[in-house]
């Protein structure tokens, strides 16, 4: 009796999500399939009646991250992306610069995670990631519009959003490459009062 559409679908999400946590621990070159769908409980061969290949189900794996992971991390933070508050862009700086975030190595945000992999990997790959990115600036941005404080200029605006980005993602890159040194916990403290900062001037 064949599955159903249902049954198929639980199935590819648990894939994609045991696919995520993968490529976090170890990168995308070190996870193999077999390891995928190992861990999954499923058979190697059950992997093609999902996706095409290794590459597609990366792509999946950070799409999914927004509203999988991401939005059970957000949601736990006090962040709502629909609100205009501007204190969502200080509850998003406060969470994705913290200690915990940091040490979360498998619900860790795929950009932070698989920066260099994605560096090298397909267009599709880096749109997937590339959404991600641009969901983060988007709601730096809006937050900031909605400020008493906020400039008119739409151009410095960006810009401020795009700095608090950068901060987030680049300083916990950084944070990440380091795990065993005092020098890692001094770059995301020093991310996070930058990035607070500039949050406060909004």
Not at 39 to 55: I, P, R, V
Request: aromatic residues 6%.
């Amino acid at each position: 009796m064949p599955y159903s559409a249902k049954h198929k679908q639980k199935t590819r999400l648990k894939i994609i999500e045991t696919a995520r946590i993968l490529f976090n621990r170890h990168g995308f070159d070190s996870v193999t399939i077999e390891m995928i769908m190992s861990a999954s409980g499923l058979t190697h061969g059950g992997f093609y009646n999902h996706f095409k290949n290794k590459e597609a189900l990366h792509s999946e794996a950070i799409s999914s991250f927004l509203m999988g992971r991401g939005l059970k991390w957000r949601t736990e933070a006090g962040i709502d992306s629909r609100s205009p508050d501007p204190e969502m862009a200080r509850q998003m700086v406060n969470s994705y610069l913290s200690t915990k975030h940091l040490g979360d190595l498998d619900g860790q945000c795929p950009m932070i995670a698989l920066s260099s992999d994605i560096a090298r990997a397909s267009n599709t790959v880096q749109s997937s990631y590339q959404e991600l990115l641009e969901a983060m600036v988007w709601l730096f941005e809006t937050s900031i519009k909605s400020s008493p404080n906020s400039e008119a200029n739409p151009t410095e605006i960006r810009s401020k959003a795009l700095s608090l980005a950068a901060l987030c993602v680049g300083g916990m890159i950084l944070a990440r490459t380091l795990p065993n040194s005092k020098l890692a916990e001094e770059v995301r403290a020093a991310s996070h009062l930058s990035a607070m900062e500039i949050t406060s001037n909004c």
